[in-house]
């Protein structure tokens, strides 16, 4: 996990991110414990509080689950909800904004759509 | 308890010190002045006494122990009353045997002041060594608290105020000794009659129930009570005072 | 305990009118960790003697869920204030000093001593003033850590302690912080290393307190703006500004609050505002007071 304190999202919220992030690439894998609070809190000198906080939104969206005694894991099918919501936001995040840029730039739809197919045939 | 464990770790320390001064002043006395065995304990008992005296004005470390365990002033105070009079006690009882060793022993001759000023007030000898165990805790308690009570008052001070404080008691004296002897000397002060007062004081000089010329314990007793019991309060006070110095 | 109070706490210099605390108002809540902030002389540490009445006030209070803290065995028995003056014997054992303290907190972890011992490679059978001054602040955040208190004042813990004994104290800190919550206030110059760690802060310059939020809250609406110096200051303009850098045309411009409804112009960038700038820059706001 990497944290760039630097960023003005709120702390929580990085935490989150980071092991969504890690959930996405399969560097957490489905059914598997991850660190405690107290682990992360300790490794980057973070509030526990905090930490608690961050984890709490992904068990919120039933992408971790707290097993009493045992820890905190990844639940079954994290991984496909998590691909899901970035399509979602794949829209927003870079299509919008896509075409917002070309925009500014003055370029046509076919334009963008042969820039793509450039993009796509080198690689 | 916290102020219970505090005292038991004073007292245990005390002691612990206090046997190896004894011995090793005990042996020393032994070895150089070849003294006999009461001389010997009474040259002990001194020691014992100045040591404890001296122990007895390290106020301001007790009260960095104390604060830093989270015991309040007024806990520090009851611990250095149950301490003080532990330790009075261990002294009188010492001070006591060696006194009533000596006097069994010696054929009644003593080195205690006591026994030499009031023994002999009360017609029942079992009372008068009784009268003495007190009245001689009495007056070891009440030289600890004068210590004591001075000692909390320079410990209020850092090291610049207590050679100040030390300078100025150390001329007050002086002036009070030297107006005094003007007085007296000079002006002819000897029409103010001091006697009665110093006989209601201390008992002496009075007739008594035994017979012969014993003083009666129980007005210096009285006396000795009343000041410290003062003592006492001035004691609090202080101890009130404390604060940690950077 | 629920909470620490401190009301219109004065306290004044030993000589003279001059005040080292004016006016202080602050509570302190149950299992928060609080970043205490300010220069050197600031008042941190008189603060913190006289909620553990190392010293008196001269005037206002310091309350333990209501109860005035002032010779209060009771309330005193749950504070627990490291301090940088040397409250044990300096001549004893630093195992017996252990033992000591054992002895005067009922429930004090020996389990935990002892790890924290092997961990930070303290020689127990060393004396206290044999000690070199990293070790001598490990010896203190020890029983700091070790004791049963529910209110915990750490000034500057970790004082000479090298880089590798800083984060085991750390680490120590958050395990012991979640194994057994409770407040701890910790006092230090060293802001970047607990920037993240504390929950809340509070900052005091020249006796006064000039921040007391959440670090979440601070956060929040801590922002530097830098670009083009006519831009940055178009954007900050009626905004508090509580500070600005200058870099020949470029300039940063540093502001608390919410960001302004309007766009952000191109060139100008918005960024979080650390922990420690937004410090250093109030301090140096309210110089001039």
Do not use: W
Not at chain 1, 56 to 72: A, D, F, H, I, W
Not at chain 2, 13 to 21: A, D, G, H
Not at chain 3, 37 to 53: H, R, V, Y
Not at chain 3, 198 to 227: C, F, P, Q, T, W
């Amino acid at each position: 996990m990497q944290f760039d304190f630097q960023s003005p999202e709120p702390i929580f919220l990085q935490v989150s991110n980071q092991i969504e992030d890690a959930i996405f690439t399969g560097a957490f894998k489905e059914g598997t414990q991850i660190p405690s609070t107290t682990e992360i809190s300790k490794t980057f000198q973070i509030n526990p509080a905090t930490v608690l906080k961050g984890m709490n939104l992904l068990v919120n969206n039933n992408l971790l689950e707290k097993q009493r005694g045992r820890g905190t894991f990844v639940t079954y099918g994290a991984q496909q909800r998590v691909i899901n919501e970035r399509r979602e936001h794949f829209y927003h995040d870079y299509i919008l904004n896509l075409i917002n840029e070309s925009k500014k730039l003055h370029l046509s739809k076919d334009d963008i759509l042969e820039l793509i197919k450039r993009g796509y045939d080198n690689g | 308890m916290k102020e219970l464990d505090l005292y038991k770790n004073l007292i245990k320390r005390y002691l612990f010190y206090l046997l190896i001064f004894s011995c090793v002043f005990g042996l020393m006395n032994l070895i150089f002045n070849h003294s006999p065995l009461f001389s010997l304990l009474h040259s002990i008992s001194y020691y014992l006494y100045g040591y404890t005296v001296a122990l007895v004005t390290l106020n301001y470390y007790l009260f960095n122990l104390s604060i830093s365990s989270g015991i309040s002033r007024n806990g520090l105070y009851r611990v250095k009353l149950y301490s003080l009079s532990t330790i009075t006690f261990f002294i009188n009882i010492f001070i006591f045997s060696i006194n009533l060793f000596s006097y069994i022993l010696n054929n009644k001759q003593t080195d205690s002041i006591y026994m030499n000023l009031y023994f002999g007030f009360f017609n029942n000898n079992i009372i008068n060594f009784i009268s003495m165990f007190i009245i001689g805790f009495i007056t070891i308690f009440f030289i600890m608290i004068l210590f004591n009570t001075l000692g909390t008052f320079l410990s209020l001070f850092n090291v610049l105020g207590k050679i100040i404080t030390f300078f100025v008691i150390y001329a007050m004296i002086h002036i009070g000794l030297i107006s005094f002897s003007i007085y007296y000397f000079v002006f002819g002060f000897k029409n103010i009659n001091l006697q009665p007062t110093f006989d209601l004081i201390t008992g002496l000089n009075t007739s008594t129930a035994g017979g012969g010329n014993t003083g009666n314990p129980i007005s210096i007793a009285i006396t000795l009570i009343l000041f410290t019991c003062l003592l006492l309060f001035i004691n609090y006070k202080l101890t009130k005072k404390f604060q940690i110095r950077k | 305990m629920d909470k620490l109070e401190i009301k219109n706490l004065n306290r004044n210099f030993k000589f003279g009118k001059q005040k080292v605390l004016k006016n202080i108002n602050v509570s302190f809540l149950s299992n928060k960790i609080y970043g205490l902030f300010g220069e050197n002389g600031a008042g941190k540490s008189t603060l913190m003697s006289i909620i553990a009445d190392y010293n008196f006030p001269t005037s206002g209070e310091v309350l333990l869920d209501g109860e005035n803290v002032h010779d209060n065995d009771n309330a005193l028995s749950k504070i627990y204030y490291m301090n940088q003056n040397n409250m044990y014997p300096k001549n004893e054992k630093v195992a017996k000093t252990f033992k000591f303290v054992q002895s005067m907190y009922e429930g004090y972890d020996v389990n935990l001593q002892n790890k924290l011992v092997k961990e930070f490679q303290l020689n127990t059978k060393s004396r206290f003033n044999k000690l070199s001054t990293g070790y001598k602040s490990i010896m203190k955040i020890i029983i700091a850590l070790c004791v049963p208190c529910e209110f915990i004042m750490l000034d500057e813990p970790t004082l000479g302690l090298d880089a590798r004994n800083r984060d085991i104290f750390y680490r120590e800190l958050i395990e012991s912080y979640t194994d057994h919550p409770r407040t701890f206030v910790i006092s230090t110059h060293i802001i970047e290393e607990i920037d993240k760690l504390v929950s809340d802060v509070v900052m005091i310059n020249n006796g006064k307190i000039i921040l007391n939020d959440s670090a979440d809250n601070i956060r929040s609406k801590a922002y530097s703006i830098n670009g083009p110096a006519d831009l940055v200051d178009e954007y900050v303009h009626g905004l508090d500004i509580i500070g600005k850098e200058s870099l020949g045309q470029y300039e940063t411009g540093h502001i608390m609050g919410r960001l302004p409804e309007k766009e952000i112009p191109s060139g100008v960038e918005v960024n979080k505002m650390e922990l420690q700038k937004l410090i250093v820059n109030l301090m140096d706001r309210s110089e001039g007071d």
